[in-house]
């Protein structure tokens, strides 16, 4: 199964959008941002994908892996 990423951007009209990686369009739109994490966390979980929450500016602020993570930390022991 191909996972993919939900992005939580925000958008030029106000708000927040929830996009999935490789679309253009918002699968959902959100009044804040925390709403819109809360959303994108719970669907990412959903199909084992990543979440990217960007700020302001575009910038990706935050990444969280709920699936098979191609590139594991390593233990430093």
Known sequence: MKTKG??????????WAVKTAGKTRAGK??????DAVKYARDAAKKT???LYVH????????RRS???DPFPPRDKK
């Open 6 to 15: 939900k992005h939580v951007v925000p958008r030029q009209r106000g708000g």
């Open 29 to 34: 739109v959100f009044e804040s941002q925390a």
């Open 48 to 50: 084992h994908g990543e």
């Open 55 to 62: 700020g302001k500016d575009g910038t990706i602020k935050e």
């Open 66 to 68: 709920y699936g098979i």
